[in-house]
């Protein structure tokens, strides 16, 4: 039996906009096995990036469980969802939120940090990533020297670096043309195909009907979940 990653029960989250209560997920059910490869997809306000930032431990539900890898977050306390988030989950942005001071292996060695390794092994164990990822020749550069999909493969070796169970994108290709795309999406599949669970939040059709399992989202509420 496959091992439980990501158990979303009853989940239900609520803003208060003003005047207004806003029913951003309305009871969300369903359960992620380790080695998926998903995409959650929705229009925008659909719900699917708060979603993202349950799983994540990001965010709180107003009511209902999230649990992963069998703890449910709603018990934990900050200083452990912290932990907990460095150690199990990489997020991948459509932005990529690198910063620009730092090289591109300084980028990639910087969940580490949070880690407590020293750094002549952190820089080793980021140049492996950067490796994966074919940027081994752009270590020194800085994130305004490199191209969007570069960017993007940067953002990718990041997130791998700890080696999470879970690797979380947010519109990964959003920012990229299609070929670009495309090659950020197989490298996805790359990474995927070595045992991570992959969980692709978009809103686009194509990257949706690219993922092995699909969960449509809309105003709160999931509209369908096929697997094909």
């Not at 309305?26 to 659909?46: A, D, Q, Y």
């Not at 990036?49 to 992963?68: A, F, Q, W, Y």
């Amino acid at each position: 039996m496959n091992e439980t990653v990501i158990k979303m029960k009853d989940v239900t989250r609520l803003y208060k906009m003003g005047e207004e209560t806003v029913h951003a997920l309305r009871g969300i059910n369903f359960t992620v096995c380790k080695g998926e490869f998903l995409s959650i997809m929705g229009p925008s306000g659909s719900g699917k990036s708060t979603c993202m930032n349950m799983i994540g431990c990001l965010d709180r539900p107003t009511s209902g469980i999230v649990e992963i890898s069998g703890k449910n977050t709603s018990e934990m306390t900050e200083k452990e969802l912290t932990k907990l988030r460095n150690e199990t989950i990489g997020f991948v942005f459509q932005q990529y939120h690198l910063l620009p001071g730092l090289s591109v292996l300084e980028n990639v060695m910087l969940p580490l940090r949070y880690q407590g390794i020293r750094r002549s092994e952190r820089a080793a164990i980021a140049k492996e990533a950067l490796e994966q990822v074919n940027l081994s020749d752009r270590l020194n550069h800085r994130p305004y020297e490199l191209s969007g999909g570069q960017k993007q493969r940067v953002a990718i070796a990041r997130a791998m670096v700890t080696h999470p169970y879970i690797i979380l994108a947010d519109e990964p290709t959003g920012a990229l043309d299609s070929k670009t795309g495309k090659q950020v999406m197989q490298l996805f599949r790359e990474i995927n195909s070595k045992g991570t669970t992959i969980i692709i939040v978009t809103h686009d059709p194509e990257i949706g009907a690219s993922t092995d399992r699909c969960i449509r989202i809309l105003d709160g509420s999931i509209q369908s979940d096929e697997i094909k």
